[in-house]
């Protein structure tokens, strides 16, 4: 893919004092972890993560869903950050103001470098209690699967954002106010379908940002942006990075840029 990156872009996110990013399972596709919406592999196949990221799943079949975060804990622990992760992290460190927003539960921006983040939807290494929301982070060996919180005896479930449920509200009020104030704003791996998420490129455009997505396939945001990078972000957020700021290789860990 050697399409090239416009350089009305180089120059705005060059110029850009404050930009806000919008990431998707799209961006962890190229370490192996599935993306939502395609098909789930092995044990999981047969199921649908719209049936399983639920509340009513969870009380319906606590250890059905449990075993399935679990599974994916163990694909996220073993996937490594790609290109486009370690570009993201060398980007926070090039803006004067920059806000990653992202969908995904895996933990890969943070193992990447990036720390000025917002996780619209949770983080699915970390275990809270169902019935108080608290964050656990042990609790006494057990057979019994979900373990139970250990303060109150409820079952521990994922801190993730199941169907159905709201997005934390903190998390989500940075979020828009980051899309509303930014200069550029990157859409990258994302199908924009779900809310409240898929509003934020929206409302950067409409506050005067010059928006861009980077997504192989076309999405209900490709006609709206300004500009589309149609690629795998592991190709073209690195290149991004290097065009607009040479010399600043940012396909491997981020180093501290003095
Ligand atoms: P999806 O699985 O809906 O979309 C993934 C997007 O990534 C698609 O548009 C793909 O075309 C694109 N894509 C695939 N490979 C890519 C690559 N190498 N580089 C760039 N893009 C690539 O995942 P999300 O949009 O993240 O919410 O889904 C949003 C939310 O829907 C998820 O966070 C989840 C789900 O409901 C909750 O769990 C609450």
Redesign the pocket.
């Known amino acids: 893919m050697q399409e090239s990156i416009p350089e009305a872009l180089v120059n705005a996110l060059r110029a850009a004092r404050k930009v806000a990013v919008l990431?998707?399972?799209?961006?962890s596709?190229?370490s192996g972890v599935p993306?939502?919406?395609?098909a789930q592999t092995g044990l999981w196949a047969q199921y649908d993560?719209?049936e399983l990221?639920t509340p009513s799943a969870f009380r319906r079949n606590p250890r059905l869903v449990w075993e399935w975060y679990a599974w994916r804990r163990e694909l996220v622990t073993q996937a490594q950050p790609n290109p486009?992760h370690f570009a993201l992290a060398a980007m926070e460190q090039l803006v004067p103001e920059f806000t990653l927003i992202t969908?995904?539960?895996d933990g890969l921006h943070a193992r990447a470098g990036n720390q000025n983040m917002v996780e619209?939807?949770g983080n699915i290494l970390r275990i809270k209690c169902s019935a108080d929301g608290r964050l656990v982070t042990d609790w006494p060996p057990t057979e019994e699967v979900p373990p139970r919180c250990p303060q109150c005896g409820s079952y521990l479930r994922p801190d993730?954002?199941?169907?159905g449920?709201n997005?934390p509200y903190e998390a989500l009020a940075t979020a828009v106010s980051a899309a509303r104030a930014c200069d550029v704003f990157l859409a990258?791996?994302?199908?924009?379908?779900?809310q409240p998420?898929?509003s934020l490129p929206l409302e950067a455009l409409q506050a005067g940002a010059v928006t861009v997505e980077?997504?192989?396939?076309t999405?209900p945001l490709s006609r709206h942006v300004a500009f589309v990078l149609a690629?795998?972000?592991?190709?073209?957020l690195p290149r991004l990075v290097e065009t607009t700021w040479p010399g600043t290789a940012a396909t491997g860990p981020a180093e501290i840029f003095t």
């Open positions: 990431t998707g399972a799209g961006v596709a190229e993306t939502f919406r395609e993560p719209q990221a486009g969908q995904n539960v619209l939807h993730v954002v199941w169907f449920e997005l990258v791996g994302t199908s924009a379908i779900v998420a898929a980077i997504n192989p396939q999405t690629g795998p972000a592991g190709e073209f």
